[in-house]
């Protein structure tokens, strides 16, 4: 056999060994306890960072039985593979990841087809952190094209933008960072979103848009968005004025185009310049991801994209974030594969099943009153009765939390703050069974709380840990 020299200047040569590699220490792992608020002075093997990380979070609640949010906490197996395999490749880079890149752009295409766009080739869209970068965008596309229709009088003029008092937070950041006047329409009486007609009439000149909201997150309820259409229009006739409507659909409209095919919400209402989604909502991806889509370029300005040279290629993008992974966009291509609009129906029927069933063993408890049913989203709110005086809805909160359930309680904004209601979101993955679990854990709690002397929530700001 032949023989093997070493090399003659061996003890000149060293080995590269990455620090993420092997145990730091294996001695003084068993005696350092790290601080908790500022870097460690020196590394730890990697399997007691692991413990140490893993430990703080099992005191996390449990997110499949957490029917406070919205956003998807379940996906298969497979789909978490791709975005193990994805989670280094940074979206802007589209140059670098084409293929990446033309995965966003069918997402675009297929969501533009599915909302009626006039001509989905000529649709305008992208991909965003999740619904309220989205609405940042679009709102931003309704202050510049009024601007523009607006130069002889902006800056001069202050611009508003009308909605619901029931909006999300994001739209009122978005009227505060970007200097617009938030027009909100009240709730009144049985009424938890907006009137078309009171919309409306808080138009005028400076009015950049209106916002109607597919989907409260208050009650799970539609606005009427064609009703709303159909008020502009009246105000257009009347007066001139050309108001642009913006869906929020950050929910409705990965549920309204397969089960209520025929309401009519989308860009089949040429008012409707742009509509938002979550994709890591009803649109079935873990977080974070949103969509924003414009009917044509023209209803979003080109001095609002920027085309950049970047790593060699020339990209138009439009976004208030650069660097982010590409997984939840792959993820999110992944899902519009796997299920199609048969499946996409079929796993939004279940869970608006699962609400509306749930719904009703909550009425038939005798102790609450229903705001909703869950027929439109899946979601369905409810307060006590009238007749129930020895607890609220605080306190059935905080007893089924003991039990693993997360279901918020909260008051309700301006002109109906005297209106504390329980939600439940029901999503995919949680099952029928599950929510016979939560219907049995409830009924079992009632005979304690009615033995209560009077509800034992002093302060329901504090209290309210949900927020919108």
């Known amino acids: 056999m032949p023989l093997n020299e070493g090399p003659r200047r061996s003890r000149d040569r060293r080995l590269s060994v990455n620090p993420f590699i092997g145990p730091a220490n294996p001695v003084g792992d068993m005696a350092e306890a790290p601080p908790t608020h500022r870097l460690p002075d020196g590394p730890m093997a990697p399997l007691t960072a692991h413990q140490l990380v893993r430990d703080e979070l099992m005191l996390d609640g449990n997110a499949r039985l957490n029917l406070a949010t919205f956003v998807t906490t379940w996906m298969e197996p497979e789909a978490g593979v791709l975005m193990a395999e994805c989670r280094d490749k940074n979206m802007i880079d589209k140059d670098e990841y084409p293929r990446t890149a033309e995965l966003e752009r069918r997402c675009v295409a297929m969501l533009a087809d599915l909302w009626h766009a006039p001509d989905p080739a000529r649709a305008v869209g992208c991909s965003t952190t999740g619904s309220s970068e989205a609405c940042m965008l679009a709102g931003m596309a309704l202050k510049r094209r009024w601007a523009k229709r607006n130069a002889d009088r902006y800056p001069g003029a202050r611009p508003n933008l009308v909605m619901g008092v029931n909006v999300q937070v994001c739209w009122e950041k978005f009227c505060t960072f970007w200097e617009v006047e938030a027009r909100t329409v009240p709730m009144e009486g049985e009424r938890f979103h907006l009137d078309p007609q009171a919309a409306a009439e808080l138009c005028d000149e400076n009015t950049i848009g209106v ?5 409260s997150t208050f009650d799970g309820s539609y606005e009427p968005i064609a009703e709303l259409c159909a008020a502009l229009d009246a105000l257009r006739e009347r007066t001139g004025l050309d108001i642009p409507v913006h869906v929020d659909g950050a929910s409705g409209a990965m549920v309204a185009p397969f089960l209520d095919e025929d309401l009519v919400w989308d860009f089949r209402l040429p008012r409707v310049a742009s509509i938002n989604t979550s994709g890591h909502k009803y649109g079935l991806v873990y977080p974070g991801v949103g969509w924003a889509l414009w009917r044509d370029a023209e209803a979003l300005p080109e001095e609002l ?14 976004a208030l974030n650069f660097s982010r992974p590409g997984a939840q966009v792959v993820a999110q291509y992944y899902t519009f594969l796997r299920l199609g609009r048969d499946g996409f129906r079929a796993v939004q029927q279940a869970a608006r099943d699962v609400a509306t069933e749930l719904a009703g063993r909550v009425a038939a408890l005798g102790d609450f009153r229903l ?15 009238p007749e129930v005086t020895a607890y609220d809805v605080f306190d059935v909160s905080r007893r089924l939390r003991e039990r693993g359930w997360l279901v918020p309680a909260y008051t309700f904004p301006r002109d109906r703050e005297d209106l504390s209601v329980l939600r439940v979101v029901c999503r995919n993955g949680f099952s029928s069974d599950l929510a016979e679990l939560l219907a049995q854990d409830l009924e079992r709690l009632l005979p304690e709380l009615r033995r209560q002397p009077h509800p034992f929530t002093r302060d329901k700001g504090a209290a309210t840990g949900f927020h919108h």
Do not use: E, S
């Not at 916002?211 to 989907?215: E, S």
């Not at 994209?305 to 439009?318: A, E, I, K, S, W």
């Not at 705001?371 to 307060?383: C, H, I, N, S």
């Open 305 to 318: 994209v920027f085309r950049v040279n970047y790593l060699g290629g020339d990209m138009p993008t439009f």
């Open 371 to 385: 705001l909703t049913r869950g027929d439109q989203l899946p979601v369905f709110a409810f307060t006590t009765a």
């Open 211 to 215: 916002v109607g909201i597919l989907g």
